[in-house]
């Protein structure tokens, strides 16, 4: 649990609060920019949200995300303190956002990456914390700040996306606590996860099945990668977002401890997503091999292509950690 009094005293100070959180946004980011957002404006300050890429369409329904903010060409954010959130570095903002920021403007990180990199001039990293929003909830326990329904919505839209449903073994009891208060807070439990959870585009299916072709088995099959090359993407019309949640599916069988998607970008980058069920064969170290981070049992990186390469250096490096 942080000290949240040297956060608590800028915010105080600040008349206008720039929130960012990091690009192609997931329920994390999402939520807990806007629960800030709002927590904010409730006690009186001005707030722009502002975020590299559009808001995911299964994360729409999430309410006044139409306050988010996308990067204009030349145009300055009047504003006196940044806060940045869910972001492990700054290159995960994206450059289009950082030129919005003002020179030199005071800038909070809260974050809950272990491989955060202490980009602010105040860092809270907590990396005992499933999700940005379980802290974000305790400063604002600490601050004293009211959560209404929508906060409450955003908050639990953030802790369960990166909890897998309060399900992952970084779920401790105090997250479950604060499940607890976000439905005293107004929460609509069930209609928050069917939207969540059960509200997905045919697309995404049609993804699914062309992904699961060609599932790949590696290590006596405790090792399960897919690949998604541009123009199977491109073909379906798939969206930012659509194709989070295809590693859990390959995670979940049986023999597999260590599960990669493999997803070549617009830019030609493979976009390589990993998840571990075992802190013996993290999966934090391996995408920092390549330059990634995030944590032991989920982390991410990015490859130069093309996808084939990215597959066979990837999972090289994890079958390196299988044979020792
Ligand atoms: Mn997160």
């Known amino acids: 649990m942080s000290d949240f009094s040297s956060i608590i005293e800028r915010i105080d100070l600040a008349t206008r609060i720039l929130v960012l959180s990091h690009d192609r946004p997931d329920g ?8 800030t957002a709002l927590l904010l404006k409730k006690v009186g300050k001005d707030v722009v949200v502002m975020n590299h890429d559009e808001v995911p369409e299964l994360l729409a329904f999430l309410p006044q995300t139409d306050r988010i903010r996308r990067p204009v060409a030349g145009e300055t954010i009047d504003c006196d303190l940044l806060l940045v959130l869910d972001s492990a570095g700054r290159d ?8 919005s920021v003002p ?3 005071f800038t909070i990180n809260i ?5 955060n990199t202490g980009y602010g001039d105040l860092n809270c990293v907590d ?8 802290i974000l909830f305790q400063l604002a326990e600490a601050a004293g700040w009211k959560i209404d329904r929508d906060i409450a919505t955003h908050l639990y839209a953030a802790i369960s996306t990166d909890t897998g449903s309060f399900c992952y073994p970084s779920t401790t009891s105090e997250t479950m606590r604060i499940g607890g208060a976000l439905i005293d807070a107004g929460l609509d439990l069930g209609k928050t996860n069917q939207m969540l959870y059960e509200n997905y585009p045919r697309r995404r299916v049609e993804a699914m099945r062309i992904l699961l072709q060609d599932l790949r088995f590696d290590c006596d099959g ?31 069988i049986d023999s597999v401890v260590v599960a990669v998607f493999f997803e070549e970008l617009p830019n030609g ?16 170290e391996i995408c920092a091999v390549f ?6 049992l989920a982390a991410g990186a990015r490859l130069p292509g093309p996808i084939e390469k990215a597959e066979a250096l990837f999972l090289e490096e994890v079958a390196n950690r299988f044979d020792t």
């Open 127 to 134: 990396s005992t914390s499933p999700a940005t929003g379980q």
């Open 92 to 99: 995960r903002i994206g450059q289009a956002v950082w030129d």
């Open 111 to 115: 974050d809950h990456h272990i491989s």
């Open 269 to 284: 980058k493979i976009r390589v997503s990993s998840r571990s069920k075992d802190t013996a064969h993290g999966v934090g």
């Open 291 to 296: 330059g990634g981070g995030g944590h032991t």
């Open 103 to 105: 020179e030199g403007v």
């Open 222 to 252: 405790k090792c399960a990668s897919v690949k998604l090359p541009l123009s199977v993407s491109e073909n379906l019309g798939l969206q930012l977002g659509d194709t989070e949640g295809v590693i859990d599916v390959i995670r979940a």
């Open 28 to 35: 994390d980011a999402i939520g807990s920019a806007m629960a």
